[in-house]
C-alpha cells in the first residue's frame, strides 16, 4: 500500500538555526498537510495545501513556518529560525480528495519526524 | 471553537477482551465528521474508523465500533477480542463539513496496552 514518507525520522538542530522537513506524499494524492504534536500534546493542525499554495493555516503556522512542493514529489516544511518550543513531531499528511467537502478520502499520515531544537 | 476530550490518559486490557475508549467533543456545528486514529510505536498515525454526523448508524470495522451518541456529544470506540497489536495511541478527532480543508482537531490521546 503507498505511503507518505517522511525524514529525516529525527532531528537535532540549534535555537536560531533553519530547519527543513521533507515530505513524500501519495502519488496520486492532491491535498498536502502538516500537523505537529509537541510530547504529551495533542496533534496540532498546522497547514494545509493544495494546487500549489496554502489553502488554510493555523495560528500556530506564523511568519517563522513555510511551505513549498518544489518538484513533482516533495512537500517539505521550514522553519526559519528555529525556537525551542518548535521541539515537536511534525506529521505530514496527504489525501486525494478535499477534506471537510464531501470526503472522498481519509488523511494518510506520515511516520512524523521528531525535532528537537537545543 | 471546537474542542476534544478523551478523560483516559491511559488503559490496559487483556488479551482477546473488550475495552471501551471514551471521547467527548464540544461543537456549535451540526454536520461534521468524527475519528479514532491509532498511532502505534512505530508512530504512524493510522485511521481506524469514522462516522459522519448526519448518519444515526454507528459505523463498524471489523473488531473496531463506535458508539455514537450526537446529543450527548460521545464518540467511544470499542475494541472486541483485542489483539497484542492494538497496543497503541488511540486519538480521538473531529472536523467540521465544509470550509477546513484537513483541519482535524485532536485529543490528548489514550495509551492503550494489551496484555497477553
Known amino acids: 500500500e503507498p505511503e507518505v514518507t517522511q525524514t529525516p525520522s529525527h532531528q537535532v538542530t540549534q535555537m536560531g538555526q533553519e530547519v527543513i522537513l521533507r515530505c513524500v506524499p501519495i502519488?496520486?494524492?492532491?491535498?498536502f498537510y502538516w500537523y505537529r504534536q509537541i510530547l504529551g500534546q495533542k496533534v496540532e493542525f498546522l497547514v494545509s495545501f493544495y494546487n500549489n499554495e496554502i489553502s488554510e493555516k493555523s495560528e500556530i503556522f506564523d511568519d517563522q513556518f513555510s511551505v513549498e512542493r518544489p518538484d513533482g514529489s516533495n512537500f517539505t516544511l521550514k522553519i526559519r529560525s528555529t525556537k525551542l518550543e518548535d521541539s515537536a513531531m511534525y506529521f505530514c499528511a496527504s489525501s486525494e480528495a478535499r477534506q471537510g467537502g464531501s470526503y472522498n478520502s481519509p488523511l494518510h499520515f506520515g511516520n512524523g519526524t521528531r525535532l528537537t531544537v537545543t | 471553537a471546537q474542542t476534544v476530550t478523551q478523560s483516559q490518559p491511559e488503559m490496559s486490557v487483556q488479551e482477546a477482551e473488550t475495552v471501551t475508549l471514551s471521547c467527548t467533543y464540544d461543537?456549535?456545528?451540526?454536520?461534521?465528521?468524527l475519528f479514532w486514529y491509532k498511532q502505534p510505536p512505530s508512530r504512524q498515525m493510522i485511521l481506524v474508523i469514522r462516522?459522519?454526523?448526519?448518519?444515526?448508524q454507528n459505523a463498524t470495522e471489523n473488531r473496531f465500533s463506535v458508539n455514537f451518541q450526537k446529543a450527548a456529544k460521545s464518540f467511544s470506540l470499542k475494541i472486541s477480542d483485542s489483539q497484542l497489536g492494538d497496543t497503541a495511541m488511540y486519538f480521538c478527532a473531529f472536523m467540521k463539513l465544509g470550509g477546513s480543508q484537513g483541519n482535524l482537531i485532536f485529543g490528548k490521546g489514550t495509551k492503550l496496552s494489551v496484555k497477553p
Open positions: 502519488s496520486n494524492h492532491l491535498y
Open positions: 462516522q459522519e454526523a448526519y448518519k444515526q
Open positions: 461543537t456549535s456545528e451540526s454536520n461534521y465528521y
